[in-house]
T-cell receptor, first 113, second 112 residues
């Protein structure tokens, strides 16, 4: 069966520090991968998605970047965190067929102080 | 881009009361998906509807897809405290897409 792993679960980082969140998927090949951000009490904002290795699409301009160095690995990064980067970050995957459901990781709660 | 409007944003109910959340789109959809996110947790897929007028049930939950495939609802009968969480709809546009558009979610608070 397919599983998705996301770490760390919680993170407290000072303003200006770098960020690296990692997400890996097991049990499937060539998944579509997504990074979402959820502000407290808010909806899901799509940050990046990827349909293949090295293929990254950005949905909103921001202080973050994403990379997909391997088929089932998706990384969210920042060189210098801002206070506004605080939030709940969710990685998700879906199958290669259109209109399929998404499966979410456990999420990373990031607090920038 | 496509937008999916979801209402209400919050709903407080007494345990045993019913609950409904609605999703609306100005454009025709390929499908509608529903997810549940427990407090502190991650969204979990509940169900997908693809046919015009489709109705599906999961125990006390009833999901409907409108005849015009532009709106959907999730109805919970006789809420329980275990129903607490945020319910999201997500949709793909007519013609298909790899990227689901999520509604803003409805947070359900059940008072015992």
């Amino acid at each position: 069966s397919q599983t998705i792993h996301q770490w760390p679960a919680t993170l407290v980082q000072p303003v200006g520090s770098p960020l690296s969140l990692e997400c890996t998927v097991e049990g499937t090949s060539n998944p579509n991968l997504y990074w979402y951000r959820q502000a407290a009490g808010r909806g899901l904002q799509l940050l990046f998605y990827s349909v293949g290795i090295g293929q990254i699409s950005s949905e909103v301009p921001q202080n973050l970047s994403a990379s997909r160095p391997q088929d089932r690995q998706f990384i969210l990064s920042s060189k210098k965190l801002l206070l506004s980067d605080s939030g709940f970050y969710l990685c998700a995957w879906s199958g290669t067929v259109m209109n399929t459901e998404a499966f979410f990781g456990q999420g990373t709660r990031l607090t920038v102080v | 881009g496509q937008q999916v409007m979801q209402i209400p944003q919050y709903q407080h109910v007494q345990e045993g009361e019913d609950f409904t959340t609605y999703c609306n789109s100005s454009t025709t959809l390929s499908n509608i998906q529903w997810y549940k996110q427990r407090p502190g947790g991650h969204p979990v897929f509940l169900i997908q509807l693809v046919k015009s007028g489709e109705v599906k049930k999961q125990k006390r939950l009833t999901f409907q897809f409108g005849e015009a495939k532009k709106n959907s609802s999730l109805h919970i009968t006789a809420t329980q405290t275990t129903d607490v969480g945020t319910y999201f709809c997500a949709a793909h546009p007519s013609g298909g897409s790899y990227i689901p558009t999520f509604g803003r979610g409805t947070s359900l608070i059940v008072h015992p």
